[in-house]
């Protein structure tokens, strides 16, 4: 049975930092030791069974930590269980209905055989870094949209298939 779970992301203003860790509760209530860590700071994932790598995104791309933390450890991660999630939609829209991995995030999931991606819905608030987000704010398109029921969900249906594995 998988035992160790790194759930890895990369963020800007902490909102897809909020979700990896919601994601990571779930898996430890699950009876799962799962550990999350901001993408950057990890230097080896040698000792995980499985990972989950989320990134928000910014302009149709994964967080750069995101990516550069898929690319630095590719091999490894092909050689585990693996589950990719996105957040950032400023609107209802991954409440809604599914909505895909950007490209860039496609390509990584064919060449790691990633199990499966979902996209939450964002968060951009008061104080956020960056001239886009404030520019977003000022035209008033920011709120939060994620639906941390969905990403309970979510988590436990990585838990269950970890732990029937």
């Known amino acids: 049975m998988t035992r160790r779970v790194l759930v890895a992301y990369g963020t800007t203003n902490g909102s897809t930092a909020q979700i990896a860790e919601a994601v990571t509760q779930v898996l430890c209530k699950e009876g799962l030791t799962a550990e999350v860590r901001p993408a950057p700071s990890v230097t080896d994932i040698e000792t995980y069974d499985a990972v989950v790598v989320?990134?928000?995104l910014y302009a149709g791309r994964w967080h750069r930590d995101a990516r550069r933390f898929v690319r630095r450890?590719?091999?490894a991660l092909a050689e585990r269980?693996?589950?990719f999630f996105s957040?950032?939609?400023l609107?209802?829209?991954a409440s809604e209905r599914n909505v895909p991995p950007v490209s860039g995030v496609r390509r990584a999931m064919d060449r790691l055989g990633v199990r499966e991606h979902v996209t939450f819905g964002g968060c951009l608030e008061a104080g956020a870094r960056g001239?886009?987000?404030r520019m977003?704010?000022?035209n008033g398109k920011g709120g939060d949209?994620?639906?941390f029921p969905a990403i309970d969900a979510w988590a436990q249906r990585i838990a269950e298939e970890l732990t029937t594995a």
């Open 73 to 75: 450890h590719r091999r």
């Open 145 to 147: 949209f994620r639906d």
């Open 136 to 138: 977003i704010l000022r």
């Open 87 to 89: 957040s950032g939609p």
């Open 54 to 56: 989320g990134g928000a």
């Open 131 to 133: 001239g886009v987000a």
């Open 91 to 93: 609107d209802a829209s």
């Open 81 to 83: 269980p693996l589950w």
